[in-house]
């Protein structure tokens, strides 16, 4: 009889370990039907249908940090141009100016307040000098906050009478003020803006 107790307490404890065991896995294949289902709902967010002539096409959306040097180089450039590229024009230079600071703080505000004061814009006009600027490239820092950059590009000043090139150095800083409008698209701001160099580009032979 102490025998039969023996092995029906020996097949209660196999019984109960299958039992705990089952729940186990079950409980795993839960989390892992759960954890794909996310990935999968996660993935179908990300793809966007258009409707173009008539076709629906695919496309894949992607977070904005995988694209954030792409944003913060394109932020720099645009302020590059509206602040540099002049013509002869006074409400054509303050237009571009404009745009220019909204992108930038007081930093950029007193470099044109400089530039005012020095009669750099009056002899442009005066001169009826256009100038143009190429960014030739940026050197961006993503690993610290703001990100630090540094701006290299070409200078194009057009005269009646002849046309100068120059090198133009800036660095500064770019942070993320987490709002995006019509006169600021990417949502950064550029600060502590200054020139490092600006020199006549040499004669080639």
């Keep these: 009889m102490f025998t039969q ?7 209660f404890q196999h019984i109960k370990r299958f039992s705990i065991f089952l729940i186990l896995c079950n409980a795993l294949v ?3 039907c759960v954890y794909k289902s996310y990935q999968l709902v996660e993935a179908s967010q990300n793809r966007v249908h258009i409707l173009y002539n008539g076709k629906v096409l695919e496309a894949l959306a992607s977070d904005r940090k995988s694209n954030l040097p792409v944003e913060l180089r394109d932020h720099i450039r645009t302020f590059h141009q509206y602040f540099f590229s002049l013509s002869p024009d006074e409400k054509a230079i303050q237009a571009g100016v404009t745009k220019a600071l909204y992108l930038a703080d007081e930093s950029a505000k007193k470099a044109y307040d400089n530039l005012k ?4 814009f009056s002899n442009l006009i005066s001169a009826n000098i256009s100038q143009e600027i190429v960014v030739d490239s940026i ?3 993503m690993n610290s906050y703001p990100y630090p950059f540094t701006c290299y590009a070409t200078q194009k000043l057009v005269r009646s009478s002849s046309t100068v090139f120059r090198k133009l150095v800036t660095q500064g800083q770019v942070r993320d003020i987490k709002t995006q ?3 600021n698209p990417h949502g950064f701001l550029i600060q502590r803006w200054e020139t490092v160099s600006n020199t006549d580009e040499p004669l080639k032979p």
Excluded: H, S
Excluded at 5 to 11: G, L, V
Excluded at 117 to 120: A, S
């Design 117 to 120: 004061e020095q009669g750099f």
């Design 181 to 183: 409008t019509d006169n």
């Design 5 to 11: 107790f023996k092995n029906i307490d020996t097949a």
């Design 30 to 32: 839960m989390c892992f």
């Design 139 to 141: 050197r961006l820092d």
